[in-house]
């Protein structure tokens, strides 16, 4: 018996309805699956080829640096990868993209760090490599759509394809897409992201696929998770200074501006009696990281930003300004009600209530309920309630990351 032949009662119990016509239509379309040797990649060829699909599974490797071990991790995905593969019974390719990852990517993300800012290379890596340079070569390879592993889900309901949530709240990845291209949407696939994350390791168990206890991935895009000092020293010079506060005094050293976010509390080193440390202002020139006591220090809280370089998932022809929708500064964060005006290629984003460390040069992404609707890089922010001399509201949503 083919464990892969149609199977209605399989695909419902993972959340997929489809019909024996459906199935059948499926069989003459082609999809490349972007294949990164975890396990939600891996769940997404499952999927497609429970679904009838013609799936390929194309790999890409964008880094070539051996880790502290002596080893290279994509070696090692690609080994996976190609367990997975032969498992499903479809073919596999690997494609390099090393060149353009660090041309397009890495080499912005340096730059940015060198003038000081904490960009997020997963947002740019997404636009330049995942649904760029990658999807044309599955486009060259004649596939119908490209399949990736995202936790986000396409409707189409209003004429035009919809980025959405995905259902498992804690995955969701619609804030790294922001920023694509949104016409590659009518070409892509999300095959998991109406699942929640047990559910798609519980399917990868029930197939026993090499992927199923995989540990997810962290760290940069690409390069993953390494002691982040280290390996950014290897790029870029940084000069020890003054942990200054507000006033001026000296608190302790820091090992280079570069290394510090607004908002983090972790690693600084500086304690005492009182609250936590957290970083509020970095200042290159003079090489200081400034710090206040306390996650709700009104130095921390500002109502708004300006924000550039913007990009639409929904047209813009849709939306009518001032527009009232939510917001996020961050990733790990709620999205918050927020009024937005634009104003020639800049938008205004004034939020109902005061948020936290705000950020230049990282993304504001805005949605409508669980609709994305496309966001910017920060440009500047409002001037902060320590700076306007105001007191924070009493009712305020504080969300402290780890940092």
């Not at 209605?8 to 003459?28: F, I, K, M």
């Not at 995905?166 to 998991?192: H, M, S």
């Not at 370089?309 to 300004?321: D, G, Q, R």
């Not at 020639?344 to 609707?373: H, M, W």
Request: glycine share 8%.
């Amino acid at each position: 018996m083919n464990e892969y032949a149609f199977n209605p009662e399989l695909l419902a119990r993972y959340g997929v309805n489809l019909t024996q016509e459906q199935y059948t239509q499926n069989t003459s379309k082609k999809v490349v699956v972007g294949m990164s040797g975890g396990v939600d990649s891996s769940v997404v060829a499952l999927i497609l080829k429970l679904q009838g699909y013609q799936v390929i599974g194309l790999f890409m490797k964008n880094w070539d640096e051996i880790d502290q071990a002596g080893n290279c991790s994509a070696d090692s995905d690609y080994q996976d990868v190609i367990k997975v593969c032969e498992r499903l019974d479809v073919p596999y390719y690997s494609v390099n993209f090393v060149k353009e990852y660090w041309d397009n990517v890495f080499a912005s993300f340096l730059a940015e760090y060198k003038e000081g800012h904490t960009p997020n290379p997963d947002i740019l890596c997404n636009r330049e490599i995942k649904f760029k340079v990658f999807f044309e070569k599955a486009m060259l390879l004649g596939a119908d759509f490209l399949a990736t592993g995202h936790y986000c889900q396409i409707t189409n309901q209003n004429g035009y394809p919809e980025l959405v949530k995905g259902k498992d709240a804690g995955k969701d990845q619609t804030y790294f897409l922001y920023a694509i291209n949104a016409e590659v949407l009518n070409k892509v696939l999300f095959p998991i992201g109406h699942l929640e994350k047990k559910l798609v390791r519980k399917l990868a168990t029930e197939f026993n696929l090499a992927t199923m206890s995989k540990k997810d991935s962290t760290g940069i895009c690409f390069i993953g998770e390494r002691p982040f000092k280290e390996f950014l020293s290897q790029y870029i010079k940084s000069t020890k200074g003054n942990f200054v506060d507000l006033n001026g005094k000296k608190l302790g050293l820091h090992d280079g501006v570069c290394f510090y976010t607004l908002g983090q509390r972790k690693g600084l080193g500086v304690g005492g009696p009182g609250e936590p440390w957290f970083v509020v202002k970095k200042d290159m020139a003079k090489n200081e990281v400034t710090l206040v006591q306390g996650e709700s220090h009104p130095a921390m809280f500002a109502d708004g930003l300006e924000a550039v370089e913007l990009n639409w998932i929904t047209p813009l022809s849709t939306l009518s300004f001032p527009l009232k929708c939510t917001a996020k500064v961050r990733y790990r964060q709620e999205d918050h009600p927020c009024t937005v005006d634009l104003i020639d290629n800049k938008i205004k984003v004034i939020f109902d209530e005061p948020q936290r460390a705000i950020t230049t040069r990282q993304s504001v992404v805005l949605y409508s309920g669980e609709v994305c609707l496309g966001g910017g890089i920060i440009q500047e922010v409002s001037p902060t309630y320590y700076e306007m001399n105001k007191e924070l509201p009493k009712i305020i949503s504080v969300q402290v990351e780890s940092l």
